[in-house]
């Protein structure tokens, strides 16, 4: 809101994980009048109940919603470009098979050609090189210690 002056009617996509970032972001974009586009590979996909429920305030608010596995897919036409971690707590002993499975789901500046022209990236830290290359995360677009700035004020 702060970078677009408003949320309405921007689209927001998310690469990665199905965790519970993206389940907080799915539960609030479409009241927000956010389109949303969530690229996860098989198996990794957000809660069902959570896809349900997101899919209900999606049509109420009149916003659209895309599940895909495909991150180009997902990152067209976005205005904000979204991942997190792929190995949360407690996930350590599945780290190989997280790798292998999320091959292909950086965000790098090849994804980012896809997206809007006014395109920004967020991450809520820490970040590991594997879910975003340098080029993309210390870039003019990235927002990420400005995101984390601002979390600061809501603590």
């Known amino acids: 809101q702060e970078h677009y002056g408003?949320?309405?009617?921007?689209?927001?996509?998310?690469?990665?994980?199905?965790?519970?970032?993206?389940?907080?972001?799915?539960?609030?974009?479409?009241?927000l009048g956010m389109?949303?586009?969530?690229?996860t590979p098989k198996?990794?996909?957000?809660?069902?109940?959570?896809?349900?429920?997101?899919?209900e305030y999606s049509k109420e608010c009149?916003?659209?919603?895309?599940?895909?596995?495909?991150?180009l897919e997902a990152a067209d036409g976005a205005n904000?470009?979204?991942?997190?971690?792929?190995i949360s707590m407690g996930q350590e002993e599945e780290k190989e098979e997280?790798?292998?499975a999320f091959q292909g789901?950086?965000?790098?500046?090849?994804?980012?050609?896809?997206?809007?022209?006014?395109?920004?990236?967020?991450h809520c830290l820490p970040r590991k090189p594997e879910e975003v290359d340098d080029e993309v995360f210390y870039s003019p677009q990235s927002l990420v210690f400005q995101e984390a700035e601002n979390r600061k004020w809501t603590i």
């Open 62 to 71: 009149g916003t659209k919603l895309l599940l895909t596995t495909d991150p």
């Open 105 to 122: 789901y950086q965000i790098t500046m090849q994804t980012a050609k896809s997206a809007a022209s006014n395109w920004t990236f967020l």
């Open 35 to 39: 389109h949303l586009r969530v690229a």
């Open 6 to 31: 408003g949320l309405n009617g921007l689209t927001v996509t998310w690469i990665g994980d199905g965790n519970n970032v993206l389940h907080s972001i799915m539960t609030s974009a479409a009241k």
């Open 43 to 55: 198996g990794f996909e957000p809660d069902l109940r959570i896809t349900k429920i997101t899919e």
């Open 80 to 86: 904000v470009l979204v991942t997190d971690t792929w």
């Open 98 to 100: 997280r790798l292998k």
